[in-house]
């Protein structure tokens, strides 16, 4: 049972970067063929998908969100990152890392638990 | 971009069914998933791919979907029913995941 686990700071300050890592157990990254998200959800509202990796790096982004956006897979083979710019408050929320399936289309199947972050100064 | 639209809220007595829908262009072409998402927790796929009920999903959730129109029905509602339900796709004209903004299902 594929598990996952969002890790990173609580509070950043506006205008700042945030880093979140997402740490993959009971597989690698590489040797699945899947693909791996960062979906947020600001607190009392829906689901908001940030963007996608794919095993071998090729990436995928929210058009809204894809300036300030980046995602990568770590050299560690089991865990990817999350790296947003220039931080404002409407970028509060619980951040989730999940797995997807083979295909673009497939649904996200295993969620971590998320993680709330907070922009405030 | 792809608009997917789902009814703010539904309301259902216990034992009654209840059909969410989630709204879209040919919807019908695409995969729908739909999630159930409890208050604090992340959300659980509870039908994949218009149909498909992943292990562990009681049998009275069920998907269908045709049209501009998907719909998630639950066949006889529990208390334990209660709670947000979104729909999603990938979107080939622009590759990205969209997500329905979510219903609030209330057992009464």
């Known amino acids: 049972q594929v598990q996952l686990q969002e890790s990173g700071p609580r509070l950043v300050k506006p205008s700042q970067s945030l880093s979140l890592t997402c740490a993959v157990s009971?597989?690698?990254?590489?040797?699945?063929?899947?693909?791996w998200n960062w979906i947020r959800q600001i607190p009392g509202k829906g689901l908001e998908w940030i963007g996608s990796?794919?095993?071998?790096?090729?990436?995928y982004y929210n058009p809204s969100l894809k300036s300030r956006v980046m995602i990568s897979l770590n050299t560690s083979e089991t865990e990817f990152s999350l790296k947003m710019t220039s931080l404002t408050a409407a970028d509060t929320a619980v951040y989730y890392c999940?797995?997807?399936?083979?295909?673009?289309?497939?649904?996200?199947?295993?969620w971590g638990q998320g993680t709330l972050v907070t922009v405030s100064s | 971009s792809y608009v997917l639209t789902q009814p703010p809220s539904v309301s259902v007595a216990p034992g009654q069914p209840a059909r969410i829908t989630c709204g879209g262009d040919f919807i019908g072409l695409k995969s729908v998933h739909w999630y159930q998402q409890r208050p604090g927790q992340a959300p659980v796929v509870v039908v994949s791919?218009?149909?498909d009920r992943p292990s562990g999903i009681p049998e009275r959730f069920s998907g269908s979907n045709s049209g501009n129109t998907a719909t998630l029905t639950i066949s006889r509602v529990e208390a334990g029913d209660e709670a947000d339900y979104y729909c999603q796709v990938w979107d080939m004209s622009t590759y990205h995941v969209v997500f329905g903004g979510g219903t609030k299902l209330t057992v009464l």
């Open positions: 009971g597989g690698s990254i590489s040797s699945g063929g899947y693909y």
């Open positions: 990796i794919y095993y071998t790096g090729s990436t």
């Open positions: 999940a797995r997807g399936g083979i295909q673009l289309w497939s649904c996200v199947h295993f």
């Open positions: 791919d218009d149909r």
